[in-house]
């Protein structure tokens, strides 16, 4: 899909293509959450995250991921992807619990259909992707690592690595349970989906959610090498191998992308679900305290 479209189907609220233009634009100038570095020789961009304090997945976190992974697509010099964040510490909080908490069902629809295309584009993306993560890794931050083709986590005991939703009393849609399961396979899963377990490097490593762990100082130099090796295969035949073995999963949402729309909206609407939320908001606070 074009941009302009692509931006439109993100955008829904804006009613002409100049609005959208002018709120993407807006956007933009009044800060860019996603810092894009290109290596043109070496044919690797680096994407980092600068959403402060946290770099929580906001809507418009997630609009500026999804444009800038379009641009880089079609930006053919470029062949692999490095994500990570411009400060240590946290690499991403996951989606941003205020696009989830205290708003009306059209904001709802239009978060989750967001949140969908940035989970389809980056786990169809014909790049090389690898997840260099330097900081906690919760929830929605797990997911985006996931997606990625290798994860290189930092040996940092204060960083973990996990889908911690069940703790906050929601429940992972089933493609972040897709998406798990095919990182960690199914016994893993069960186990830590429904606990909702966050692991520090060593455990993560040793289930499988990531792949390399690495000093601290190290972990960039690593990602480059790890990118260095999976540049050696041929694109075609690494993007064709990529896409048969991840299309079941996407064919998966891509059929029930609506009726899991809706089902986001009625889940996160219930007051229930709201009063957990505003529990778990309260706790981040006073733990700050
Ligand atoms: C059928 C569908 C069902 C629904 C499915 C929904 C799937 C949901 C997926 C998710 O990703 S939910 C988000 C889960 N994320 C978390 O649980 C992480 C929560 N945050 C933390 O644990 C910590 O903040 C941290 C990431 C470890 C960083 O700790 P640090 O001590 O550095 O910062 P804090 O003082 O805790 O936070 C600073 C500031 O940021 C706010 N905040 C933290 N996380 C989020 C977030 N995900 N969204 C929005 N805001 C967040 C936190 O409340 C603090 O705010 P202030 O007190 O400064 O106002």
């Known amino acids: 899909m074009a941009l302009a479209s692509r931006a439109r189907a993100l955008l829904p609220g804006a009613r002409s293509w100049g609005a ?7 956007q933009r100038a009044m800060s860019h959450r996603v810092v894009v570095e290109t290596d043109a020789a070496a044919g690797v961009a680096v994407m980092k ?13 997630v609009t500026e991921l999804v444009i800038n992974l379009e641009k880089l697509e079609n930006d053919k010099t470029v062949r692999g992807l490095i994500f990570t964040s411009e400060s240590p510490g946290v690499f991403s909080s996951g989606l941003n619990l205020l696009d989830m908490y205290g708003r ?58 996990g889908l911690n939703e069940t703790q906050l009393g929601i429940v992972a849609p089933f493609w972040f349970k897709d998406t798990l399961v095919n990182t960690i396979g199914y016994r893993a899963s069960e186990i830590s989906l429904q606990l909702g377990l966050l692991y520090p490097p060593a ?3 040793r ?62 609407s219930r007051d229930s679900i709201q009063k957990g939320l505003q529990m778990y908001l309260q706790m981040l606070k006073q733990k700050k305290a």
């Open 49 to 61: 995250f600068r959403n402060p304090p946290v770099n929580s997945l906001s809507l418009e976190m």
């Open 104 to 161: 009306n069902p059209a904001h709802y629809a239009e978060y989750w259909k967001a949140v969908q295309e940035l989970w389809l584009r980056l786990y169809q993306c014909p790049m090389v992707t690898v997840a260099t993560i330097n900081g906690a890794c919760p929830a929605g931050g797990c997911l985006i690592s996931m997606t990625c083709d290798y994860r290189v986590m930092a040996d940092n005991p204060k960083y973990t690595i």
């Open 20 to 26: 959208v233009l002018a709120r993407v634009t807006a």
């Open 203 to 205: 455990e993560a490593l």
């Open 207 to 268: 289930v499988g959610i990531v792949d390399k762990v690495v000093p601290e100082d190290q972990v960039h130099s690593a990602a480059l090498a790890v990118m260095a090796q999976w540049l050696a295969i041929p694109d075609h035949a690494r993007q064709l191998t990529k896409a048969m073995l991840r299309k079941p999963t996407v064919d998966n949402l891509v059929r029930q992308r609506d009726a899991d729309i809706q089902q986001f909206v009625s889940f996160i």
